[in-house]
């Protein structure tokens, strides 16, 4: 029993967790007895004790669990454990429950927990469309409702688009550049049991989840920019990485830069709330309105971290199902990378009507415009990218194709709240709500829906049930359209978001919106059935279903523990389809004349550790 | 080592035992990438709390900034204070040279006069807080103040603890001439460190 509690585990971080509960009781008491006050009557009161205890709860649960093992040993210079990747891999579905070494059962943990959120946000969601089928009060009060439409937004980004995305990547990453893991810089510290368990109804609990969620992203994130800089295959140069690794390495370079914006705006509210400090308190000098601007600071860009991969899945998908290389390769990660820049200068289209100084209403709305044109770029490269084509319309493919188009309305509904006057008008309308779910549901989640249908039979070693796929592709388009496209004409009527009850005007179309969105929950259930039924019996998957080019593609379904028995050599791009005779990966010099013959890029030989 | 490396692959063995060794496509060592890529966030996190700064003392109060209820900050003592500590970035690269020259007394006595001087300015520091007479729930500047020297403090700590590592280690034999990324990796977060004390300093007690 005492090996097992010094050992990084379940044990040891139970043991840990009830310490850090001590500690949080104690140093709450004996602080309080410090400066003179009472202990707490009732630990129900005893507010400090359970933020202190949320800091530090989970830090101890990660120590105990063994996250910073790893880091310990390497900064006290005692021999880093030799990784007898034993935690390495999964050999039953037990394993999946576990702390793993595994990029891949990372990624397919980070998946799964995320698609539980979707469910969990989902139902409120329907919860709420239940309260608004009929103007007046049925299911829920006011304040109830409130707390609904913020947890079920908080639930799907934090909980469900970002670290999904953080996921599939973390699966397909270090497959595509020809890694055999994640960065060597800190193996397995991504293996974070996704982050708060607790049920976020205080905004403590979201102002110090988001701490932890920031904290994670961020860890994440550097993990991601490490491994593309310093892991690629030889042979890869940064213009022969597929653009999934190009819209990842953006991506990462957003969270790196814009998320601690949000790390300190939440500092300010719980310093203010918890010390009593005066950040926002106007009366002794704060100021309300710079929450505003260091939020959607972070905010914006946010959005953009909530795209950019989905951006990199589409690419891959698209390429792949029209047989034709990716239409304008460079122009595609330029315009990956002027979204970033150009991400952090349009902040304040948010505020238009907050009150702040007007002046820098004009140059948010010119930049928020601007932004609009690398997005374009972009589609118009899928576009062409289609042109001519030869398209095999399968379940990921319909969802790339639904994306472009779910995902344009909804850009062109952007560039409209881009411009001042509009956006005044329809301010805290339906107009809004439209406009974040066609791009968020129509863009970000399509893409997830692709991301998942097409790596399925890389991650499980089993085909999904194409029917089934189209079922839910379909019903999934129509109920979303008849569910969010009405937003946008009761929304420009005025009728206002965020509230329970509404003026009577809007209840024929507020029914139709309910009852469609019904539909589109239960078409989400298809998904769920197919994904479990799928992986369970589906048919063996080959290989390499899709005949893709790139390197994931190139290795078993599922892939190996260690994804190569040898790290490719890559001689070419990664998308050239339909070019005859194209490769881009070759396993190692298999017959050396042929290494010869391929001029391997302009890369230096590979360096041995 | 290319030979070796066709060999290897020649032999088919059943029970491969990790994974193939990553190409290493960067001159760059990862760890050293990781932490300069963290501290691009280290320093998002002050641009956060500097923007905090900006909009209480330029725009919510048109330029209110201390001494504010007859209280002043104490620019004499915090300069020096800056001072003990940029001289802790000197002794650090002291060390550092020391140590890739193979001078172990000196790289040894280099760290711990960087970990005695990091230690003082954070001691002059609590003591600065004692004795300087208002609190950060008084008004918007004092939290503002404490928030920043707070944040830097807070680093601070952070980075006394690696030294302090890093220094036991030093006393215990690790690193060597050759072996040096130990020191170098926690080195670059107490010059980042280093650096952002001279823009707190500058920005909150003189300008």
């Known amino acids: 029993m005492s090996v097992k509690l010094r050992n990084p585990g379940w044990y040891r971080a139970g043991l840990y967790v009830v310490l850090a509960a001590v500690l949080a009781f104690g140093l709450s008491w004996a602080v309080r007895a410090a400066y003179g006050h009472d202990t707490y009557a009732h630990f129900l009161d005893a507010e400090s004790i359970v933020i202190i205890g949320m800091i530090a709860l989970p830090l101890a649960f990660l120590v105990g669990i063994g996250c910073f093992d790893y880091w310990f040993y390497w900064a006290s210079g005692r021999p880093t454990r030799p990784e007898d990747h034993s935690g390495h891999g999964a050999h039953s579905w037990r394993d999946y429950f576990r702390p793993n070494t595994d990029h891949k059962v990372i990624g397919i943990q980070y998946t799964v927990t995320s698609f539980f959120f979707l469910f969990v946000g989902g139902l409120m969601a329907m919860l709420m469309r239940a309260e608004l089928a009929q103007p007046g009060r049925q299911f829920v009060d006011a304040s109830t409702f409130n707390g609904l439409f913020s947890v079920h937004a908080s639930v799907l980004i934090f909980l469900f688009i970002i670290p999904v995305f953080a996921g599939l990547a973390n699966f397909v990453l270090p497959l595509m550049i020809g890694a055999p893991d994640m960065g060597s810089f800190a193996s397995g510290w991504t293996a974070y049991a996704p982050l708060s368990t607790t049920a976020p109804d205080g905004q403590v609990f979201f102002t110090i989840g988001v701490q932890f969620a920031g904290a994670s992203s961020i860890a994440t994130a550097l993990n991601f920019l490490v491994t593309i800089i310093t892991m690629r295959a030889p042979g890869m140069s940064f213009f022969r990485m597929p653009l999934l690794a190009w819209a990842n390495f953006s991506t990462s370079l957003l969270v790196v830069i814009a998320t601690p914006f949000i790390a300190a705006s939440q500092f300010f509210v719980l310093l203010d709330w918890a010390l009593g400090f005066n950040f926002f308190n106007a009366a002794k000098g704060g100021d309300v309105l710079m929450y505003q601007h260091v939020f959607w600071f972070y905010s914006h860009p946010a959005v953009y971290i909530m795209m950019l991969p989905g951006f990199g899945i589409i690419s891959e998908v698209l390429a792949v199902k029209a047989r034709k290389p990716i239409f304008g390769y460079r122009m595609m990660a330029f315009s990956l990378l002027a979204i970033v820049v150009l991400g952090f200068t349009v902040w304040a289209h948010h505020m238009f009507v907050s009150g702040m100084q007007a002046w820098i209403r004009i140059p948010m709305m010119v930049t928020t415009a601007i932004i609009a044109v690398p997005t374009g770029i972009k589609i118009f490269s899928w576009l062409a990218t289609l042109w001519r084509g030869v398209l095999h319309l399968d379940t990921p493919m319909l969802f790339a194709l639904g994306f472009l188009t779910m995902f344009t309305l909804g850009g062109i509904s952007g560039v409209m709240l881009a411009m001042v006057p509009l956006d005044i008008h329809v301010s805290d309308t339906y107009f809004i709500v439209a406009h974040i779910h066609y791009v968020l549901f129509g863009g970000s989640l399509f893409t997830i829906f692709a991301g998942v249908y097409y790596w399925f039979p890389k991650m499980t070693g089993r085909m999904y049930d194409e029917r089934l796929g189209r079922i839910h592709f379909w019903s999934t388009l129509i109920f979303f359209n008849a569910t969010f496209a009405p937003m946008h004409l009761i929304g420009v009527q005025g009728m206002p978001r965020r509230v329970a009850d509404y003026a009577d005007q809007f209840a024929g179309w507020n029914l139709a919106i309910s009852l469609a969105s019904f539909a589109l929950g239960l078409s989400t259930l298809v998904f769920a059935y197919n994904m479990i039924a799928s992986w369970r019996g589906g048919a063996r998957a080959s290989a390499n279903p899709w005949r893709a080019l790139t390197l994931e593609w190139q290795v078993s379904s599922p892939p190996p523990v260690f994804n190569f028995d040898q790290v490719p050599t890559v001689v070419g791009g990664p998308y050239e389809y339909g070019v005859p005779g194209a490769v881009h990966g070759i396993f190692g010099p298999a017959k050396p004349a042929e290494v010869k013959a391929t001029p391997a890029g302009t890369h230096a030989e590979p360096v041995r550790e | ?207």
């Not at chain 2, 104490?74 to 001289?87: D, E, M, Q, R």
């Not at chain 2, 280099?110 to 300087?132: D, K, P, R, S, W």
């Not at chain 2, 601070?156 to 072996?179: D, K, W, Y």
Request: glycine residues 10%.
């Open chain 2, 1 to 207: 080592m290319e030979a070796a490396a066709i060999s290897a692959s020649h032999v088919h063995d059943d029970h491969h035992h990790g994974p193939p060794p990553a190409n290493r496509s960067s001159r760059v060592e990862p760890a050293l990438l990781g932490m300069l890529l963290f501290i691009i966030s280290e320093i998002m996190v002050f641009g956060a709390f500097f923007t905090a700064y900006f909009f209480i003392r330029v725009v919510a109060d048109e330029g209110t900034w201390f001494p504010v209820d007859g209280k002043d900050l104490p620019k004499l003592i915090a300069g020096v204070n800056t001072a003990i500590l940029i001289s802790s970035s000197f002794t650090l690269h002291w060390a550092e040279n020391a140590l890739k020259l193979g001078n172990r007394r000196a790289f040894r006595a280099g760290m711990v006069a960087t970990f005695l001087l990091g230690a003082t300015f954070l001691f002059v520091q609590i003591n600065e807080y004692v004795h300087i007479g208002f609190s950060p729930q008084d008004h918007a500047y004092g939290t503002v103040f404490y928030g920043l020297t707070g944040l830097h403090g807070a680093h601070v700590t952070i980075g006394l603890v690696l030294l302090g590592m890093v220094t036991i280690r030093a006393f215990r034999g690790h690193f060597s001439a050759e072996e040096h990324r130990g020191v170098e990796v926690p080195g670059i977060y107490w010059h980042f460190v280093d650096v952002m004390w001279i823009v707190v300093y500058t920005t909150v007690y003189i300008l």
